[in-house]
């Protein structure tokens, strides 16, 4: 991983516990990051960060959200 998105993981995550405590359920921390355009792999590698889940289970959250199925629908295209 890059320094720019290591950087912008943190400060996402970061954000996250402030604004919705250190364990939010999962379907808040979803919409949250999906409304502040926190999206792709940066939205799992935040989740497995805030939640300190592993990465299979923040990859586990992130495609059954609601929240992301024009993401899921994109990587299932074709």
Same mark, same amino acid.
């Given at each position: 991983?890059? +320094? $720019?998105?290591?950087? %912008? ?5 970061? $954000?996250? %516990?402030?604004?919705?405590? +250190? &364990? +939010?359920?999962? &379907? ?18 935040? !989740? ?5 889940? !592993?990465?299979?289970? $923040?990859?586990?959250? #992130? #495609? &059954? &959200? +609601? #929240?992301?199925?024009?993401? %899921? ?6």
């Amino acid at each position: 991983m890059g +320094p $720019a998105r290591a950087a %912008r993981i943190e400060a996402a995550a970061g $954000a996250a %516990r402030a604004a919705l405590g +250190p &364990s +939010p359920e999962m &379907s808040v921390l979803q919409r949250y990051l999906f409304d502040n355009g926190v999206h792709g792999v940066d939205a799992v590698m935040v !989740t497995r960060e805030v939640m300190e889940v !592993t990465l299979g289970e $923040a990859n586990q959250v #992130f #495609f &059954s &959200s +609601p #929240f992301r199925a024009a993401e %899921r629908d994109f990587h299932n295209w074709p």
